[in-house]
């Protein structure tokens, strides 16, 4: 799938529309998204027609309404804030520090990006009316236009899938994925609308190492109890199922770390065996449905814990955790952790009464009836110099049963990444540092 550089529209996710690449490598506009309901105000807009105003909760600006401790948290005056760091600076250990109680006294001048107010504490200050204002010039707003949301895995600009679709099997090239930030962006972009993308011809003496940290640009690794890159190919005695040769049921990886990685990189090297297709499945997609047939169980599996567990004998990578099968950040679906066999059924037992477990298996058979459909799984057999990034929070990785003959080999590497260091590729203005600071002076 070749990426062509797109202007600065063509992947509005905060938009009425998301939009991506085709397997052509076009723009495809794919659903009508309906914001969320927000507990943010809005980013501000430049608004230069209508006055700054001083009201009995704080300020009005033209769309935002601010709170009285909200505007004295904003402020930008360079003894509040750091224009090199751009955080607060003036936060002394005291149990005043957030300036409770205080209140907007008077509206000074306004500007296009900056109003000036004094408040009830004796301090003048500035807080910014524009994300060019709050953040500095392009391309930094134009970059939080098209990414924040969907970086901050915002559910209203991801899509939710029950099947496999072109838009979400799209196959990407790796050399023009790697070309320029850009198309490395639009990929990311992919990803995390879908959770998952998958990348094709990568050169055979690119490590994932290598690719990770300098191609991709989103490293460091994530070291694991399996360390930091994973071959995983068959063995007589398995530590884990995925190095054996059987099925492995849909399901997201390190359940038994209380911080499970985010982002799982699939790279297969080589792969000449009879069998042994991998599907994936949209769990969000799943939860969702279940959210809405049965709130019932929904809430069983947002409240419940699971243990997780993997302590194979003799070694010393015992890890241990609990967590609910959905986690939810207000209204909205942040992580799923599901693993049938790194559950902890007898640790389960001894910790919740028969009556919340049966409650809990009701619930969790009824919901995995659903991740176990085919009809809802892509499947894909990856061959050498193929790799699938996934989002190990939302989409589950599974196999089928593979046969391996006498000259054939099943060899893919697996590493685990941070979210945030693919959002730091998507919303930093630069590849690299420079010496930059708010410019506020024209104000």
């Keep these: 799938m070749a990426l062509s550089r797109l202007s600065r529209t063509s992947l509005r996710l905060v938009s009425s529309t ?7 490598g076009c723009e ?28 009995e909760f704080g300020i009005s600006d033209g769309c935002r309404e601010l709170l009285h401790i909200e505007t004295r948290n904003m402020c930008r005056c360079e003894a509040c804030f750091g224009r090199h760091s751009h955080h607060k600076t003036n936060l002394p250990y005291s149990g005043g520090n957030l300036y409770p109680g205080v209140r ?7 500007s296009e990006h900056y109003v000036t107010l004094t408040w009830s504490d ?39 899938w029950h099947s496999a679709t072109p838009d979400n099997t799209a196959m990407f090239e790796y050399e023009s994925v790697v070309s320029s930030l850009d198309n490395l962006r639009e990929f990311y972009a ?8 998958f990348l094709k011809n990568i050169p055979e003496d690119k490590d994932l190492v290598e690719i990770i940290n300098q191609d991709l640009k989103c490293g460091p690794i994530r070291w694991t109890v399996f360390g930091e890159v994973d071959v995983v190919k068959l063995q007589p005695e398995p530590l884990s199922a995925g190095y054996s040769n059987g099925s492995l049921a849909g ?43 049965r709130p019932d169980y929904f809430h069983t599996l947002s409240t419940v814990p699971v243990f997780h567990r993997f302590t194979p004998p003799g070694t010393n990578k015992y890890v ?54 085919p009809s809802r799984w892509i499947m894909r057999k ?22 391996i003959e006498p000259g054939q080999e099943r060899v893919v590497g697996t590493a685990y990444i941070n979210w945030n260091h693919l959002q730091r590729v998507m919303l930093s203005p630069v590849e690299v540092e420079e010496p930059c600071f708010l410019q506020i002076d024209q104000h």
């Design 18 to 24: 998301v939009c991506t690449l085709n397997s052509s």
């Design 28 to 55: 495809t506009r794919m659903r009508p998204i309906t914001p969320p309901t927000r507990h943010l105000a809005n980013s501000p807009s430049p608004v230069t027609s209508s006055p700054v105003a001083l009201t």
């Design 104 to 110: 907007v006294t008077q509206v000074g001048r306004v």
């Design 122 to 160: 004796g301090h003048t200050g500035l807080i910014a009316r524009t994300e060019e204002g709050e953040h500095g010039p392009e391309p930094v707003p134009s970059l939080l236009d098209k990414y924040l949301d969907i970086s901050m895995r915002r559910n209203a600009s991801q899509v939710f």
């Design 190 to 197: 992919h990803y995390m609308v879908h959770g998952l993308a």
């Design 251 to 293: 399901h997201t990886d390190l359940n038994y770390y209380y911080q499970a990685p985010h982002v799982q990189i699939f790279h297969s090297f080589q792969n000449t065996v009879d069998g042994g297709e991998s599907f994936w499945v949209d769990a969000f997609s799943a939860m969702s449905e279940v959210r809405t047939e």
């Design 320 to 373: 241990r955790s609990h967590h609910t099968v959905v986690n939810m950040v207000g209204d909205e679906l942040k992580k799923i952790s599901d693993n049938p066999w790194s559950t902890d059924t007898p640790l389960a037992a001894k910790n919740l009464d028969k009556e919340t477990r049966e409650a809990w298996w009701e619930a969790y058979l009824y919901y995995r009836a659903k991740v176990e459909d």
């Design 382 to 403: 990856l061959r050498g110099g193929e790799a699938v990034i996934t989002d190990n929070w939302r989409v589950y990785h599974g196999r089928k049963e593979f046969r």
